[in-house]
């Protein structure tokens, strides 16, 4: 069976390129990258290529480029770091549909005593740029701010964000991890962003490489302690092979910037008008104008995510799904419920995620095999009357 | 990705007994769209009392669609006492087993099964019985009581499961965990006789080679029951234990609470010097 793969926000196919220049640093070129010897130097030279091809993705000077294990790992080493150089400041500032990543350590640090302030979006995604603004305080630290929304696609205006913290004196981090490759980031000197995260990943190099930007003149406070690596801002032996095919996935990315605005979001553009055309009562997640151009995210109203998921499964189609019963937890996902995301929708949401690595035919096969999924489902759903084809609770 | 069983998919992917039957002897319709999953049950009753047919139509996950189809395919020919006995754990049990997050699809049918029996019966479906202790998913003291009872549940996590219970905001956590103390100590006090002392020494004498031996033993250790004076249990570590800086703490936290559980709840281990 092929597979048809639009979870690209989960995670990306390893580039054949990115492979190939990994291969290498796991057969004969095994050198420790911090050794004396020209065996293992030439290792370093390489990981130096690769910081700079990593730079260039974002606009950044590669001494600003550390290298870490995840998008994860990056994001705790900014707040962390952020907290421990001003340790008078207790506050920390994010919003309510950040990834886990930082969800979850905003309530760690609340646990700890720290206040944490989860600025709300409005119903399209949107931040709430007053609330935000007021929010900001003299004991703030640290604003993290995702630059783009792993489950819609909304993109948040952190530079303008940035531009905010930074009058005040406070630091900007934002978790770019679905952000980069996909659009256009300027690093560059005027932007007020202090600390960016990014993740192998998910721009088609393999996981478990990371990378945290830390602006030059930014205090930091390493995560892991104990190396030289890094110039001693992130200890352990550097993941030679995954920085190197990292460089060459930053590379690829720069150059594919172009088509994943153009091909692939024409490709998006499209599943997502042919569905919401082919299937009533079916509604798009998230701001349209203002999304990263690879994301989709629609709810299917009386049915419900994860039986769509599982009958998509047995045809190959990859996707993911905000519904409760998808992730184990009995709540659908905190985004579509900090959107407002009538709960009867946000059951029945679907995420399609593409990449350049999508074609035509995968869109076609979609738009083909799931309005009968989703007859399908809603022909057993109490909630659905086929006659009027509207949903006997929507009015409740 | 959920682990569910090929019968359990296979109920997913093509459901027995779809739609809703006209003028039914039998119906029920529990859960709502907000709780994620909803379940409308209907069955037709022949003259000898037996249930000819059994509909359903579900709004849910992959195992909220396959335990409702499951639930139909066990109501028919089945009489209407027969049918009352159905537990959920038998729903889940005919699926080859629910993934346990998963159990609460199970308990849907259930209710459905019960509302659907009252419906029959022609007594009121009964107002929810019960204090609503889950604001969230709007679950009553009684019904997670029942839950507790019947499926033996042990912690909140396993209410969550079972009943929904607990899984929004948490604020009902500490009720929940009130409830199962209550109903557990109801189960246990009725099959505990009182022991005399041989007995108990034999019972003890059973528990430390089943349960504690084992486990101490992995560790080079070991421990014997040196004598029992009312509900004073008097040990001796030996091995590796006698020697050991935490064995009074493995002593009350793990030898202490399973004496406890298995044989007689009032009991005190204490350790006597060598």
Redesign the interface.
């Known amino acids: 069976m092929r597979t048809i793969y639009l979870d690209n926000n989960a995670t990306t196919r390893v580039a054949p390129e990115v492979l190939e220049a990994m291969i290498p640093y796991f057969g004969d070129l095994y050198g420790n990258p911090s050794s004396a010897h020209s065996f293992g130097g030439q290792v370093g030279r390489k990981i130096g290529e690769a910081r700079e091809k990593v730079a260039a993705l974002i606009g950044a000077d590669p001494g600003e480029i550390l290298f870490t294990s995840c998008g994860t790992e990056s994001d705790n080493a900014a707040v962390l770091s952020a907290l421990s150089t001003q340790e008078g400041k207790r506050h920390v500032v994010t919003s309510r549909v950040e990834h886990p990543a930082i969800k979850g350590l905003g309530l760690h640090l609340s646990q700890k005593g720290y206040r944490v302030t989860e600025v709300p979006v409005n119903r399209d995604g949107i931040l709430d740029m007053d609330f935000y603004e007021k929010s900001l305080t003299p004991d703030t630290a640290v604003v993290s701010l995702m630059w783009a929304n792993n489950e819609t696609g909304v993109l948040f205006p952190v530079e303008e964000a940035a531009e905010m913290a930074k009058q005040r004196g406070i630091l900007f981090h934002t978790d770019a991890v679905q952000a980069g490759g996909k659009i256009p980031i300027d690093m560059k000197k005027k932007s007020a962003i202090s600390m960016l995260s990014l993740s192998g990943h998910k721009l088609h190099a393999p996981k478990g490489i990371g990378v945290l930007y830390v602006r030059k003149g930014t205090r930091f406070s390493p995560l892991i302690i104990g190396g030289h690596q890094e110039k001693g801002r992130r200890g352990g032996t550097e993941n030679s092979a995954s920085i190197i095919g990292l460089g060459v996935a930053c590379e690829l990315a720069l150059r594919r910037m172009e088509e994943e605005n153009t091909r692939v979001k024409s490709m998006r553009d499209r599943l997502e008008a042919e569905l919401l055309a082919r299937i009533p009562k079916s509604k798009i997640n998230g701001a349209p104008s203002n999304r990263l151009p690879n994301t989709t995210n629609i709810s299917f109203e ?6 769509i998921l ?2 998509m ?2 045809l190959g189609i990859c996707a993911s799904s905000g ?4 992730s ?5 996902s905190h985004v579509l419920r900090a959107m407002g995301v009538p ?2 929708m946000a ?1 029945g949401s679907i995420r399609f995620s593409l990449s350049v690595y999508n074609t035509d035919e995968d869109v076609d096969f979609i738009v083909r095999e799931l309005p009968p999924i989703i007859e399908k489902l809603r ?5 659905w009357t086929p006659e009027v084809g509207v949903c006997a ?1 929507a009015a409740g | 990705m959920w682990e569910y069983t090929d019968k359990t998919k296979e109920h997913f992917l093509k459901p027995r007994n779809v739609g809703e039957i006209q003028e039914p002897d039998g119906l029920a319709e529990v859960g709502s769209m907000a709780c994620g999953d909803a379940l409308k049950l209907t069955f037709k009753v022949d003259e000898s009392g037996k249930i000819e047919d059994a509909r359903f139509q579900t709004f849910g996950c992959a195992s909220a669609i396959a335990s409702a189809s499951a639930l139909t395919e066990m109501l028919k020919g089945k009489t209407i006492e027969e049918a009352e006995k159905i537990t959920n754990q038998e729903i889940a049990d005919y699926l080859g087993g629910l993934p346990k997050e998963k159990m609460h699809c199970s308990v849907l049918g259930r209710q459905a099964l019960e509302q659907a029996i009252a419906y029959y019966k022609g007594s009121e479906i009964k107002p929810k019985e019960g204090e609503v202790i889950c604001e969230c998913f709007g679950v009553t003291d009684k019904e997670i009581e029942r839950a507790v009872r019947e499926n033996n549940l042990r912690t909140v996590e396993d209410v969550t499961n079972y009943t929904k219970a607990g899984g929004g905001c948490e604020g009902c956590h500490d009720k929940i965990r009130e409830i199962i103390a209550n109903v557990r100590s109801e189960m246990k006090a009725p099959v505990k006789p009182k022991l005399s002392n041989i007995q108990k020494i034999r019972e003890i004498e059973k528990v430390l080679e089943r349960e504690i031996r084992p486990s101490l033993q992995s560790d080079g250790g070991d421990i014997e029951l040196v004598d029992v004076i009312g509900n004073r249990v008097l040990v001796a570590a030996r091995g590796a234990c006698a020697v050991c800086r935490a064995s009074q703490r493995t002593l009350k936290d793990f030898v202490e609470v399973k004496l406890r559980e298995l044989v007689w709840p009032e009991l005190v281990v204490e350790e006597v010097p060598q």
């Open positions: 009386s049915v419900e995510g994860e039986a599982l009958m499964d047995e519904s409760a019963c998808t184990g937890s009995l709540q659908p709960f009867t059951h022909s057993m759903s109490p909630f609770t």
